[in-house]
Nanobody, 124 residues
Framework: QLQASGGGLVRPGGSLRLSCEVHKFVLNDYTIAWFRQAPGKERERVSCDTLVGGGSTFYAESAKGRFTLSRDNAKHTVYLQMNSLTPEDTAVYYC??????????????????WGRGTLVTVSS
C-alpha cells in the first residue's frame, strides 16, 4: 500500500527527495511518518505529519532545519526533502501510516502500515 522511492548515493552536502506513493487509500485519512534505520542502529522516526488539531509536522532533532515533509494529495504521494546531507544520514528510509485520528504522539507500530524502504547512502 505504500512504496518509498528516491534513495540513492549522494555526496555530503547534497540533497535528495524521497517519495512515498500510497495506494488504495486516501492520503488525508492518515497520519504519515518517515523513519530510518542505519546498520547497527535503532530505528529513528525522522518526521511525522498529523492532521489532528489542525495539522502539525514534527521532526527529529537530527532532521530539523534540513528535512521537510510534504503531502501532494492529488498525486497520493508524501515527500521527504532532505538537504545538507551528511554520512550520518545514511540509512534505509521507510514511510508508514496510521489512521488520521491518531496524533504523531500516539504512534504505534500495531496501527501502522509500512512501505518498503529505500536506501540513502551519503558518501564522498
Amino acid at each position: 500500500q505504500l512504496q518509498a522511492s528516491g534513495g540513492g548515493l549522494v555526496r555530503p552536502g547534497g540533497s535528495l527527495r524521497l517519495s512515498c506513493e500510497v495506494h488504495k487509500f486516501v492520503l488525508n485519512d492518515y497520519t504519515i511518518a518517515w523513519f530510518r534505520q542505519a546498520p547497527g542502529k535503532e530505528r529513528e522516526r525522522v518526521s511525522c505529519d498529523t492532521l489532528v488539531g489542525g495539522g502539525s509536522t514534527f521532526y527529529a532533532e537530527s532532521a530539523k532545519g534540513r528535512f521537510t515533509l510534504s503531502r501532494d494529495n492529488a498525486k497520493h504521494t508524501v515527500y521527504l526533502q532532505m538537504n545538507s546531507l551528511t554520512p550520518e544520514d545514511t540509512a534505509v528510509y521507510y514511510c508508514a501510516a496510521i489512521p488520521r485520528y491518531y496524533h504523531c504522539s500516539e504512534w504505534s507500530d500495531d496501527r501502522a502500515a509500512w512501505g518498503r524502504g529505500t536506501l540513502v547512502t551519503v558518501s564522498s
